[in-house]
């Protein structure tokens, strides 16, 4: 490995470098799986949602979610608005999910699909 001046790097470097990568790629990966068991819980709560007419978005939950996370985020000594951006993308997400299940579950029985 070289740097951008064509330099060659200490081995040493080069070592603790590749270290430091796979702990971010397993963390990554770690951070994907968790992603997905929350999208999980967040598409039976759409499911929930829509087989009781109650609307999509929570603007009272996604306030006090957005509160918790920002007093996580700074006990992690992570930037409070960093975490409060990142859960306004995945609540948005989310959103849509609810959206499309709602739209789904007008014409049908249940999560089946089955016809009314």
């Keep these: 490995m070289t740097t951008s001046n064509n330099a060659p790097v ?13 702990s971010i790629d397993n963390i990554d990966a770690a951070v994907v799986h968790m992603l997905a068991e929350r999208f999980k819980c967040t598409q039976q709560v759409g ?24 007093r996580l985020a700074e006990n ?27 739209d789904h579950t007008d014409d049908t029985d249940d999560a089946t699909g089955d016809r009314r």
């Design 76 to 102: 992690a000594k992570l930037d409070p608005a960093f975490a409060e951006k990142l859960l306004n993308f995945i609540i948005a997400e989310v959103i849509r999910h609810h959206e499309r299940i709602a």
């Design 47 to 70: 499911l929930l949602k829509a087989r009781h007419h109650l609307p999509p978005a929570d603007p009272a939950r996604e306030a006090e979610q957005i509160a918790r996370l920002r």
């Design 10 to 22: 200490d081995p040493a470097v080069r070592e603790e470098l590749s270290r430091l990568r796979d």
